[in-house]
């Protein structure tokens, strides 16, 4: 699974990686310990006059279906599992039309001692300290409270797509589920808002996942990152255990 992870690039740094445009007026807040139901940037892909536009925008991190008449629906969805995204209510018209990417530095898994009574954190990243890209889904909620026009009318949100771990290697010994990593390739295809044939892609992307993940780092930090009112980059400073 993916409940804690990074994000405090600046946002013409994000813009440069992804290869995408923001609004001259778009606000990122440098966060080291990105929990749930926060502001999160996602990269996404519109056809606008004929023309594809990767765009970077800003979403609130739990995924609140059209439907919904609550967006609380989205506490519980901040992810998706890759095995049955394409059939659950919450995610699968997003699915069909609303993929996007989650980027992030890193994430945070917590591996069990041997008895089973503490828990030591894990900074999982790449090696070179480049951007991570998640497979991830996003949605418009729009609420009938507001009135037609109001600028927080819409809300939009996401989520991170999951799959099971790699049967060996350190990441199967964190947990059973993995945030599903996009090379820039498989970013691109899952991008792509012509694609209406979700299968393959969702196929394509998991194909390519552990080969991608096995070139992760995973270094052991402070306990403090389990409280999410702690933020600083001293939480993915390694420490010696």
């Known amino acids: 699974m993916c409940g804690r992870y990074v994000m405090a690039r600046a946002v013409g740094d994000l813009v440069a990686e992804l290869e995408a445009e923001a609004d001259a007026s778009l606000e990122l807040r440098a966060s080291w310990n990105v929990a749930p139901t926060t ?11 004929g023309a594809v536009h990767r765009e970077v925008h800003v979403a609130k991190w739990g995924l609140v279906p059209g439907w919904a008449k609550d967006p609380a629906v ?17 995610f699968r018209a997003a699915f069909k039309s609303k993929r996007c990417g ?9 591996k069990k001692s041997p008895d089973g009574k503490t828990k030591q954190p894990y900074f999982v990243h790449s090696a070179d300290g480049s951007l991570i890209t998640f497979a991830g889904l996003y949605e418009w909620w729009k609420d009938p409270a507001k009135e037609d026009g109001a600028a927080d009318q819409w809300l939009l949100s996401c989520t991170i797509l ?4 790699p049967p060996d290697g350190e990441l199967a010994t964190l947990h059973d589920r993995l945030p599903v990593p996009l090379s820039p390739a498989g970013l691109a295809e899952w ?30 930090v402070s306990p403090a990152v389990g409280n999410v009112r702690n933020n600083g980059p001293e939480l993915i400073e390694a420490v010696t255990l």
């Not at 502001?39 to 006059?49: A, F, G, K, Y």
């Not at 989650?102 to 917590?110: A, H, I, K, R, S």
């Open 102 to 110: 989650v980027p992030v530095q890193g994430y945070y898994e917590w």
């Open 191 to 220: 991008l792509a808002p012509a694609t209406k044939e979700t299968g393959p892609l969702l196929e394509a992307a998991l194909a390519e996942a552990w080969d991608l993940a096995a070139q992760w780092q995973l270094d052991p």
């Open 74 to 90: 989205g506490v519980r969805a901040f992810n998706a599992r890759s095995e049955t995204v394409a059939e659950k209510p919450t």
């Open 39 to 49: 502001d999160v940037p996602i990269v996404l892909e519109r056809l606008i006059d």
């Open 162 to 165: 999951t799959m099971a771990s």
